[in-house]
């Protein structure tokens, strides 16, 4: 017996033929059906490209996947808007502009490794650690900036930020729906960790979102703090050593070292012109810490 198939209650009955139709009727119909398939960049651009394709003696299947291709490109071009919108990333850079010969204890292949986000599809993390002002947080947004252009949900707070979202879902009886809430993202970035000591309280509220994140979706931290002081971070070297080692148990750990950018700005800038000593002189324009 064949199979019966029903048509949708929105299609009028002669949807699909259009043998013998006039032009203006063709393009009703495919306005139509653009309408119906929610591909508004189809509706725009068919005609441009079907002229193109006559012009030009495209197969039937050239111009469909050219037409489908506009259509693709817009949708992934609207995504990454939205998911960069969503990442909260205080400002955009990218890894092109940061200056790695100013990081010689960078490697560029494990730089252009991160950059290709394989990491993330295997729930690895990735901890930056190093003094002030050598890049850290700079290297952060790039990566998480090439993330989001990867198609990741992305999310990016400072170490503070994310103690205060924790802490307030606790105190509101709602941390292990928070916590859930947190997975559909791919990449946590969490920056600074180390500047401000957290208190009993805020550490342990740290632990369990590394621990749920262990394993399961990836987590990005940059520290002014080598591993050998967490224990000042968290107030206890027990706790410190337990969320060290889900950290880097899966992960890339790269020291960045080095004088801070603002500092070489500076003294490059005075040996120029010593007379600037005594100017204001603006910001540096290298990597954010």
């Known amino acids: 017996m064949s199979p019966v198939i029903t048509r949708g209650a929105d299609l009028p009955a002669d949807a699909g033929h259009v043998a013998g139709r006039s032009s203006s009727e063709l393009v009703s119909h495919i306005a139509y059906l653009a309408r119906v398939l929610k591909t508004p960049i189809i509706g725009r651009i068919w005609a441009e490209l079907a002229t193109q394709a006559r012009e030009e003696h495209w197969s039937h299947e050239e111009y469909l996947a050219a037409v489908l291709a506009r259509q693709v490109a817009d949708r992934e071009a609207n995504g990454t808007q939205i998911r960069l919108a969503g990442a909260h990333f205080p400002q955009v ?19 252009a490794h991160l950059a290709g986000c394989a990491y993330i599809g295997r729930a690895d993390n990735v901890v ?32 503070i930020g994310w103690i205060t979202r924790l802490r307030d879902a606790h105190t ?28 009993s309280a805020a550490a342990n509220l740290f632990f369990q979102l590394v621990s749920t994140r262990y394993e399961q979706g990836s987590m990005m931290i940059t520290s002014n703090m080598p591993f050998g002081r967490w224990g000042e971070v968290f107030g206890d070297d027990i706790a410190a050593a337990a969320m060290i080692d889900r950290l880097v148990h899966h992960a890339e750990v790269i020291t960045l070292a080095g004088d801070s950018y603002r500092t ?22 290298g990597p954010t810490d």
């Open 93 to 111: 850079k990218t890894l092109e502009e940061f200056n790695v010969d100013h990081q010689p204890s960078l490697r560029r292949d494990v730089l």
């Open 128 to 159: 930056l650690l190093g003094p002030p002002g050598v890049g850290k947080t700079h290297l952060a947004l790039g990566l998480g900036l090439k993330a989001v252009q990867a198609g990741h949900a992305v999310l990016f707070d400072t170490a």
């Open 172 to 199: 509101e009886g709602r941390l292990a729906a928070e916590l859930k809430r947190l997975r559909r993202y791919r990449l946590l970035i969490i920056d600074e960790v180390g500047y401000i000591p957290f208190d």
């Open 264 to 285: 070489r700005a500076r003294r490059e800038l005075l040996a120029r012109d010593p007379a600037a000593a005594t100017r204001t002189t603006p910001p540096a324009t």
